[in-house]
């Protein structure tokens, strides 16, 4: 885990988008561990990521975030529906960001349960590695 | 209250140390001084504990005093604070709503403990973030719902009477609605029950008379639910008899069915040695205390084949008619067996037992008592992968061993029990009426496994029992007794509130594309005024998911509290230089 | 072609002393932590789980039960209480009890009644004929008729002895079949094993390598009468050393017609000397602290225990009573009771615990066999 990257000249910030019912939680168990990490790393919580129109993905990416995840409750989610939608609509993100030539590898929808401290960890290893490709 | 949406916002931010949680990371002093200079915030102080009763204190002076008129806390996670606070801004007279919680504890300080400049620094954009979101926040009001302080129970097995009688001594009515013409369900069905040994009749005997002692509860045998409407507090269920109930909230303990072997599953249906564990236990009940004699012919020496019907692989496995493996553990089967060959070494000590198991899952309390008992016993043990099942032969039952080495081990079998699994039972009718949330193992599924474990996503729905996920009986009981004490909190008073976190139409702004209707999964949430043409929701049957949100091009449709508005603002101030 | 059950077997082995082991859930712990327990000699686990199915062709000749010496380690992290390395003792006694034609081995070991009787029965035999031929001293005259029982005692001990040998020949033949290290003699050069086998007999090493913990750190110093394998050393290299002298006493006396008195006497003394030390610190180990190594004593142990430190003690007592050339009729009673004894304990060697210094050298050759490379033929 690479916990300077904020320090790094250019490097970028990290928007996770979390959910009440999972990860938001998730990110509170990887708190509760002391596990560390960087803190380019911003977590927003809402009730589901289904909520989000395309152009808000676009329009963080603009302001400068380096990348995005969205981390889902997966088959945890509460909400009947919501994943098949919010998965397609990532799908259409992809192709809007492709047509403006930007990365798709810097949005990255994956699941984190309130438990999963590991793959916490690594979603946001994995993003800080794009997130200095660009900076470089 | 005071009417806040005319003044102008004035916003507090108090930044806590949690002690050293916080500030020995985080440069709280910095983040107050930073904060103070950020539009709209009027006072900006740090404090060691804001949860304290002098914190609230302090919060509540503030807004007395007239100093302000939104409030943002920055410490630790909402989930352990936010109510709190939410309850201090009610006891300063103000919304609890124009309430903002950030958390600077388990995101930021405690996991960017070797970067304090790095930390201080998000910690100050969190705040503005958070500053921004209540700005743009309106003053919301918890929903409130009537009560109707009846509760439906549906399936009249041990769960579902437990549940009923549960429920009946919180005051609350009670109709049990059974579809078969006696309570009771599978504990008809055994002869004693682990872990404590008892005489299943005994129970069933108990539970019976205690109903019949209740006149709150009403049972209704021989009766189904035929049609559904409503929401939390105002359920209305029609029964099979055409008449119509008026229900606050229901509890599903519709129970399961027992796993039926594949067709020609070692060698099930063809070979008449070999049976199942629930037609064992019933030969045993029907002889009780006798030597097992199967066909005729006394039985010497006998073998178990755990996981039938449970843990199944694609590939492997005939699939379920939904096409499906049962691929869960079901969980009970194991403890059930062992406690069944502890009961045949009852009476014939010198029977030979073999036990081919895949794992052996004796969990609950006194369980791995049973499995010890039956090992000291002599039962042998062998242990076979999925990819190799033991093979059936005329007289015994051949098992690639994994505790020897997968050396193929030859059992003498005169009887072989498949140990068969626990499968939903009826209860697709419901699941479509009621619109219930199904797992991928299709049993019936809870809001949260650990935050929310006996009710379910659409409020007013609980859980106990079988229906929600195999369980012995100890925990069938538990879920019931769970789920009527969370009922009856739910019907104490006589509204319910929610959470106002729904879908709300600007109508100035809404079209009419109908684009919403189509992406809410929830019937009657969002729907087209006949008239007007646009869309309208529906407080109570709306989820809060924000699935129509994002598909209202003319942004007419915002989730309270949550609006995209208010994401985007804190965005920006996530992204914005310090 | 699969493994053939006996639910039988496990009741029968808890006869030679194995503890709880249909309790053994097959954690492997007991394998982890036993320090002489290799791939393709694996145990205690996969003799438990032979021993548990009752699969009996899978342990009659297994290696495995000889290559462990007892440290215990396996029984003190069992989780279940199952006394691992009291199975192992318990299968080494069934394997030695297998190899009794007669079937006495069996009842040997499994009814301690039986044991003492034979024993008792034994004694009187032995205990008749030298009082017969040593009549005279203890008895009046008229008791026994001198030593004109002599000649019949010295045929009927012919006999008995030839009996023996053909019995110890049989048993040989057993262990040779059931341990299936003929085949292994073939396409295989054996003089590498047999010194191997040599070595080990000499110094015992993997006995000692059994008390260095799996983590491979050698344990702080014991005192010399904890050390088991000294203990051992000293038991079976007294025991050889007595065993030298006597045929040394023999040959001088019997074939060179002349008594060559010390090198013989020297010879025994120390041996027996170290003999005496070790069997002493090996009872002293079992009574004082049971918790090392074996727990359990039974009969059969116990008697081999008991026969060899009477031995020892009474051996020394003739020996001054020799040197001193004192005469007096407890001398007597010592000596036969010494005598006697000892026919005893070379009668009975083949059916009691002392079989393994037959077996435990033989299963030692057939393991090393194993791990000789086939000569590749070119």
Redesign the interface.
């Given at each position: 885990m690479d916990i300077t990257a904020s320090t790094e000249a250019g490097s970028k910030k990290i928007l996770l988008i979390t959910t009440i019912a999972s990860s938001y939680t998730g990110a509170n168990t990887v708190g509760q561990a002391r596990a560390q990490y960087a803190p380019n790393t911003y977590i927003l919580r809402v009730p589901d990521p289904v909520m989000f129109p395309e152009s808000f993905y676009l329009r963080t990416f603009e302001k400068g975030f380096g990348g995005i995840v969205i981390m889902s409750s997966g088959s945890d989610c509460p909400y009947e529906g919501a994943y098949p939608r919010l998965s397609a609509r990532v799908g259409r993100v992809y192709q809007l960001m492709r047509e403006k030539g930007i990365a798709t590898n810097r949005l990255k929808l994956t699941t984190v349960c309130t438990v999963c401290k590991h793959a916490f960890l690594k979603e946001i290893d994995d993003m800080q590695t794009v997130v200095r490709g660009i900076a470089a | 209250m005071t009417d806040h949406k005319t003044e102008t916002p004035k916003i507090g931010v108090y930044i806590c140390h949690c002690g050293g949680n916080i500030s020995d990371t985080i440069d709280v002093k910095r983040v107050a001084a930073t904060l103070a200079e950020y539009p709209n915030v009027e006072i900006s102080r740090e404090y060691p504990f804001m949860c304290s009763d002098a914190g609230q204190k302090m919060v509540i002076e503030d807004i007395q005093a007239g100093r302000n008129n939104r409030v943002v806390i920055a410490a630790c996670?909402?989930?352990l604070h936010e109510l709190t606070f939410r309850k201090t801004l009610e006891r300063a007279d103000l919304n609890p709503y124009l309430y903002e919680h950030v958390?600077i504890?388990?995101?930021?300080s405690?996991?960017?403990?070797?970067?304090h400049?790095?930390?201080t620094?998000?910690a100050i954009?969190?705040a503005r973030?958070g500053v921004e979101k209540i700005l743009r926040q309106d003053e919301l009001e918890s929903i409130q719902v009537d009560a109707t302080k009846h509760v439906l129970v549906i399936g009249g097995g041990p769960a579902g009477m437990k549940a009923a009688l549960d429920s009946a001594g919180r005051g609350l009515r009670v109709t049990l609605v059974e579809k078969s013409d006696r309570l009771g369900g599978h504990l008809h069905d055994l002869d004693t029950v682990y872990p404590s040994g008892l005489k299943a009749s005994k129970i069933l005997g108990r539970l019976l008379n205690k109903i019949k002692a209740t006149p709150l509860i009403t049972v209704a045998l021989n009766t189904t639910v035929t049609g559904w409407e409503g929401f939390v507090g105002n359920f209305s269920a029609t029964l099979s008899d055409q008449s119509v109930l008026k229900a606050g909230a229901v509890i599903l303990s519709t129970g399961y069915d027992h796993v039926i072997p594949a067709d020609g599953e070692y060698e099930y249906g063809k070979d008449p040695r070999v049976t199942t564990l629930p037609q064992l236990i019933e030969h045993m009940k029907s002889h009780a205390g006798q030597p097992l004699v199967w066909h005729g012919k006394a039985i010497k020496?006998m073998a178990f084949i755990h996981c039938v019907g449970s843990r199944q692989k694609e590939g492997v496995h005939a699939p379920q008619a939904d096409g499906k493996v049962n691929d869960y553990c079901s969980r009970v089967c194991c403890t059930a067996a062992l406690h069944t060959i502890n009961a045949i070494q009852e009476i014939q000590p010198e029977l030979?037992i073999y036990d081919c198991y895949r794992d052996?899952r004796t969990y609950g309390r006194g369980h791995e008592e049973i499995y010890?008992k039956a090992?000291?016993?002599?039962?042998?043990?062998l242990?076979f992968n999925e990819d190799a099942p033991p093979e059936i032969k005329s007289a015994s039952v051949?098992v690639k061993?994994v505790?020897?080495?997968n050396?193929?081990?030859?059992?003498?079998a005169d009887l072989v029990v498949l140990v068969t699994g626990i499968k939903q039972g009826a209860v697709d009718e419901l699941v479509s009426m009621m619109?219930l949330?199904v797992?991928?193992d299709r049993f019936l599924q809870e809001?949260?496994?650990?935050?929310r474990p006996v009710e379910v996503?659409n409020n007013g729905f609980y859980l106990a029992g079988n229906c929600q996920a195999p369980m012995d009986l100890v925990e069938s009981a538990a879920a019931a007794g769970a789920a009527s004490s969370k009922i009856a909190a739910l019907l104490s008073k006589d509204y319910i509130p929610l959470d106002p976190?729904v879908a709300r139409v600007d109508a100035d702004k809404c079209t009419g594309c109908e684009a919403c209707l189509t992406?809410c999964?929830?019937t009657g949430a969002i729907f087209q005024n006949p008239t007007t043409r646009k869309a309208e929701v529906n407080a109570a049957l709306c989820?809060?998911?924000?699935?129509c949100?994002?598909?209202?091009e003319p942004r007419a449709l915002d989730?309270a509290g949550?609006s995209?508005d208010q994401?985007?603002a804190?965005?920006?101030a996530?992204?914005a230089e310090v | 072609m699969s493994i053939q059950l006996d639910p039988t077997f496990l009741p029968d082995l808890a006869k030679y002393g194995a503890g709880d082991i249909s309790a053994c859930f097959h954690c492997g712990n007991c394998t982890a932590v036993c320090n002489l327990s290799e791939e393709g000699a694996s145990f205690p686990r996969k003799m438990i789980r032979f021993a548990q199915l009752g699969a009996k062709s899978e342990l009659i000749g297994a290696s495995e039960p000889w290559l462990c010496y007892a440290c215990g380690e396996c029984s003190t992290t069992c989780p279940r209480q199952a006394e691992p390395a009291e199975f192992m003792a318990s299968l080494r006694r069934w394997q030695i009890a297998q190899l009794d034609p007669t079937g006495m081995g069996k009842l040997w070991f499994k009814v301690p009644a039986f044991a003492l009787l034979v024993t008792m029965a034994l004694m009187g035999v032995f205990g008749t004929l030298m009082v017969s031929i040593h009549g005279s001293k203890v008895f009046p005259q008229w008791v026994f008729g001198g030593t004109a029982a002599y000649e019949t005692i010295h045929h009927v001990g012919m006999v008995v002895g030839a009996l023996l040998v053909a019995l110890l020949a049989a048993s040989f033949g057993l262990l040779v079949k059931r341990s299936g290290i003929l085949p292994l003699l073939k396409g295989r050069k054996p003089w590498s094993a047999f010194k191997w086998l040599a070595a080990e007999m000499v110094t015992m090493k993997r006995h000692g390598d059994c008390e260095i913990s799996a983590d491979g750190v050698v344990p702080i110093a014991k005192p010399a009468h904890k050390d088991h394998r000294l203990v051992h050393l000293a038991m079976m290299w007294g025991f050889i050393g007595l065993g030298v002298a006597t045929t040394l006493d023999f040959l001088f006396i019997f074939f060179l017609g002349f008594e060559v008195f010390y090198p013989a006497r020297v010879i025994g003394t120390i041996a027996g000397a170290v003999m005496l030390w070790g069997v002493s610190a090996a009872i002293w180990r079992r009574i004082a602290d049971p918790k090392s190594g074996t727990r359990h004593t039974n009969f059969a142990d116990a008697w081999v225990l008991a026969f060899l430190w009477i031995l020892a003690v009474t051996g020394f007592w003739l020996e001054v009573v020799v040197t001193l050339k004192a005469h007096h009729v407890v001398h007597d009673w010592v000596l036969i009771l010494h005598a006697a004894m000892a026919m005893e304990f070379v009668l009975l060697f083949g059916m009691t615990k002392m079989a393994h210094v037959l077996v435990r050298p033989f299963m030692l050759l057939k393991y090393k066999l194993e791990r000789t490379p086939m000569e590749t033929v070119d």
């Open positions: - | 996670s909402p989930m958390n504890r388990e995101q930021a405690w996991v960017h403990k070797a970067d400049e790095g930390a620094d998000k954009r969190l973030a020496s030979n052996i010890t090992s000291k016993n002599g039962v042998v043990f242990r051949v061993d505790l020897t080495w050396q193929e081990v030859e059992v003498p619109k949330p797992s991928a809001a949260h496994p650990k935050l996503a976190y992406e999964s929830y989820k809060g998911c924000g699935a949100v994002a598909v209202c989730l949550w995209i994401m985007e804190m965005v920006d996530m992204a | -």
